[in-house]
């Protein structure tokens, strides 16, 4: 099967559209892979400061294409949702905030790339819902970064019953950062990448990881990591510039 990916730059925002409305826009192997490859391109691009996850049609993404999962081997799964790790672990590894730009319903592993993007919003008619155990498929992989996101109670809520929580709800619980009209939402994305991507590009990259690195480690070891980090930080050049341009009330120049 062919991926339905497409990936372009606009301005430095690089944008990664997912495009197969008629299916929902599926997480294939094909597509997990090429979207997966798409990430690592405009993650080496030093011209891109924001990456932007879209998709085309009424659905953000239903989820793995269950046609490749019926009938196959362990070895034929087992690739499956190692390239699903692959996609969701690039969108953490790319030196560049990724937000998710979410239309419509978003189910299962479509879930799961919405609760792994650094930020998230949706249209205030946006879905989401892990509906994995009405299949007898419980969405074990969707619920890593989903439990993360949302805590321990939520997501049992969300995976236990597969009912599907509105853009209200999500915002609540933390799923997403907000929801607009959906006429609003492009947009709405659009504004903030711009004011992400003002900013330093090798001080966005140090700040994504550094987030990451941290989160799930002790108060002092992550105390002990990220005051290391910081000081190594305080010494490259943009933000040498950037407190030098604080001091002299101009704005800075970047470097990166």
């Excluded at 062919?2 to 925002?13: E, F, G, I």
């Excluded at 299916?23 to 192997?29: A, D, E, I, V, Y």
């Excluded at 930020?119 to 205030?124: E, G, K, N």
């Excluded at 994305?189 to 550094?210: C, N, P, W």
Aim: glycine share 6%; net charge negative; aromatic share 4%.
């Amino acid at each position: 099967m062919t991926s339905s990916v497409t990936s372009t730059v606009r301005d430095s925002v690089g944008v990664l559209a997912l495009t197969a409305p008629d299916r929902r826009n599926p997480l294939s192997l094909s597509t997990m892979r090429a979207a997966t490859a798409a990430l690592h391109t405009l993650g080496a691009n030093p011209d891109v400061r924001v990456i932007v996850i879209s998709a085309s049609g009424p659905a953000f993404s239903a989820g793995h294409d269950l046609s490749e999962m019926v009938e196959r081997t362990l070895t034929d799964e087992q690739e499956i949702f190692a390239a699903c790790t692959e996609l969701m672990t690039a969108v953490h590894r790319v030196r560049q905030p990724v937000i998710a730009q979410v239309q419509g319903m978003a189910l299962a592993a479509g879930c799961q790339l919405v609760a792994t993007c650094d930020l998230a919003v949706a249209a205030d008619t946006a879905r989401f819902s892990t509906p994995g155990v009405r299949i007898g498929l419980f969405c074990s992989t969707p619920m890593v970064p989903l439990s993360r996101a949302i805590g321990r109670k939520r997501a049992m809520q969300m995976l236990l019953t597969g009912d599907m929580i509105d853009a209200a709800t999500a915002v609540d619980w933390g799923l997403i950062n907000s929801a607009v009209p959906a006429e609003e939402l492009e947009s709405t994305v659009a504004e903030l990448a711009e004011r992400i991507g003002q900013f330093s590009g090798d001080t966005l990259a140090i700040g994504k990881r550094a987030f990451y690195d941290q989160i799930d480690r002790t108060e002092p070891d992550a105390y002990a990591e990220m005051s290391a980090v910081m000081a190594a930080n305080a010494m490259t050049c943009d933000a040498q510039e950037g407190m030098s341009a604080f001091l002299a009330k101009r704005d800075p120049v970047w470097q990166s």
